[in-house]
Every structure is written in C-alpha cells, then in structure tokens.
C-alpha cells in the first residue's frame, strides 16, 4: 500500500532537484521575455532610427510581458506543487500518480506565444527593412527625363553631410559650396524637411569636359543633394553619368570624370 512505503532522503533529493529544475525553467522564461520585450527597440536600432521607448517596442512588448508573467506562475506554481509533494512524502505517498499538468500547460502556452511571435515577425514588415542591404540595392532612376539617382542613406541628413565631406577631403575632391536648403527656409519662416546641396568637383576632371562638350559646364561641378523625406527616409540624389552623356554627348572615354559621383554617394549612404 502506499502509505506503508517510506520515502528516503533519495525520494527528497529527487523531489528538490525537481523543484530546481522548474525554478530554472522560470528564470529563464522571465529573462528570454526581457529580451522579447526590447526585441522591437533592437529592430529600431538596427534600422538606424530614432523613436520614443513606447513606440520602439511595438508588438513585442506584449509577448515579453506574457512570457515573464509565465515565468513568475511558473516559480509560484512549483513551489506549491514542491510543498504538497513533500508532505505526500512525510505521509508514505507519492505525487507522481499522473503526468505533470504544470509541464504539459507550460508547452501549450509557449507552443502559442512562439506560434504568435512567428506569425508576427513573417506578416510585419518594416517599409525601411531594406536598409541592411547595400545601398545600391536600393537606388533607383528616375525617368529618362530627370536622370536623377536617388540612393538610401542609413545615417540622418547631416551625418550623411559629415561623412559625404569627408570623403570628398580625403580623396581630394574641393568642396566649392554647401547650400542648407531647409536652413534658409527657417531663416524665411517656413518650415521644411532637412535638405542639403554639396556642389563639389575637381578641375583635372572637370576642365577636360568642358572642352570636349562646352554645354556640360551647366551641370558642373558635380552635386548631390542631401534630403529627408516624409517616413524620414534620408536620400543622396545625383545626375546620372548616362543622362550627363546623352544630354551633353560626352565622349566615352570620359564619362568615368562624372560618374565618379555614384562611388562617392554609395559610400556616404554606407
């Protein structure tokens, strides 16, 4: 009969390494729907924007905090079912008369917040998502008409500033003007999004340009203009070599002069 069994320290050992290995599961539980919690604030920061906590977080606050409250019932749950279990082992008995309800329940509901999760992360997309990719990936020509580039920035429209600034410094490139757009519109009072005009060159590659197609010199120096739009998208817009060409019948073998602007925007936008 049950009650005639007596429980040795074995049987109290094993019930405690029990009771331990649930308190770990909590734990661990509590600490993984931390890192779910702030998972959305992580895609924020890989995406290089910038956004108050709440709104940072999204969706995955919520399955953070449910797996944290798991893990708290979990902790609580295992320790009644640790103290009941003791005592049917003072009285000669055994708990282990069916299988663990505590660990069948706690598969289900991690079964539906990892199905949850899964169907969140495939169905949200971020319009910027493409961002990590490179840059030219992105760019894109307008009609044939305009012939402008516009190629995606990761960084805000003054690093992008920055950075494009100190290439042009460190490949020699002279910096003829900087117009701040958005700047002189504020001076005007009218509000405008930050948009910036490099206007840069150099002569060894400018001059023999204009002597093979006198007309190019409308469109020298090369510029690239800085720019944000309306999702905060910063954008590096320039002429394209090929619309330069055909618009100013530039001899092939003289094209790479002006196309030396789609080498420097990648890298700026990187």
């Given at each position: 009969?049950?009650?005639?069994?007596?429980?040795?320290?074995?049987?109290?050992?094993?019930?405690?390494r029990?009771?331990?290995?649930?308190?770990?599961t909590?734990?661990?539980?509590?600490g993984?729907g931390?890192?779910?919690?702030r998972?959305?604030?992580?895609?924020?920061?890989?995406?290089?924007?910038?956004?108050?906590?709440?709104q940072?977080?999204?969706?995955?606050?919520?399955?953070?905090?449910?797996?944290?409250?798991?893990?708290?019932?979990?902790?609580?749950?295992?320790?009644?079912?640790?103290i009941?279990l003791?005592?049917?082992?003072?009285?000669?008995?055994?708990?282990?008369?069916?299988?663990?309800?505590l660990?069948?329940?706690?598969?289900?509901?991690l079964?539906?917040?990892?199905?949850?999760?899964?169907?969140?992360?495939?169905?949200?997309?971020?319009?910027?998502?493409?961002?990590?990719?490179?840059?030219?990936?992105?760019?894109?020509?307008?009609?044939?008409?305009?012939?402008?580039?516009?190629?995606?920035?990761?960084?805000?429209?003054?690093?992008?500033?920055?950075?494009?600034?100190?290439?042009?410094?460190?490949?020699?490139?002279?910096?003829?003007?900087?117009?701040?757009h958005?700047?002189?519109?504020?001076?005007?009072?009218?509000?405008?999004?930050?948009?910036?005009?490099?206007?840069f060159?150099?002569?060894?590659?400018?001059?023999?340009?204009?002597?093979?197609?006198?007309?190019?010199?409308?469109?020298?120096?090369?510029?690239?203009?800085i720019?944000?739009?309306?999702?905060?998208q910063?954008?590096?817009?320039?002429?394209s070599?090929?619309?330069?060409?055909?618009?100013?019948?530039?001899?092939?073998?003289?094209?790479?002069?002006?196309?030396?602007?789609?080498?420097?925007?990648?890298?700026?936008?990187?």
């Open positions: 009969m049950a009650g005639d069994r007596i429980s040795g320290p074995s049987d109290y050992l094993a019930a405690e029990t009771f331990l290995a649930w308190i770990r909590g734990l661990a539980l509590m993984f931390f890192v779910v919690a998972f959305g604030l992580f895609l924020e920061a890989l995406h290089g924007r910038s956004a108050s906590p709440l940072s977080y999204g969706v995955s606050v919520w399955f953070g905090t449910a797996l944290i409250i798991v893990g708290i019932a979990v902790n609580l749950t295992s320790a009644q079912r640790h009941r003791v005592r049917e082992l003072e009285r000669g008995g055994s708990a282990f008369s069916r299988p663990s309800s660990a069948v329940s706690i598969a289900v509901i079964a539906v917040i990892g199905t949850a999760m899964a169907v969140y992360l495939i169905s949200v997309r971020d319009p910027q998502q493409s961002n990590i990719q490179d840059p030219q990936e992105k760019s894109m020509t307008a009609s044939p008409e305009t012939g402008i580039v516009n190629v995606s920035s990761r960084h805000s429209v003054d690093q992008t500033v920055q950075k494009f600034e100190e290439i042009l410094e460190a490949k020699g490139v002279k910096l003829f003007a900087a117009v701040d958005s700047g002189e519109a504020e001076k005007a009072g009218m509000r405008m999004r930050p948009t910036k005009l490099l206007i060159g150099n002569p060894k590659a400018g001059t023999p340009l204009m002597i093979a197609s006198p007309s190019i010199a409308i469109d020298l120096p090369l510029k690239v203009l720019w944000e739009d309306a999702k905060a910063v954008w590096i817009s320039y002429n070599a090929a619309y330069l060409q055909a618009r100013h019948k530039v001899p092939p073998e003289l094209v790479q002069n002006i196309a030396v602007v789609q080498t420097l925007a990648a890298a700026a936008a990187q």
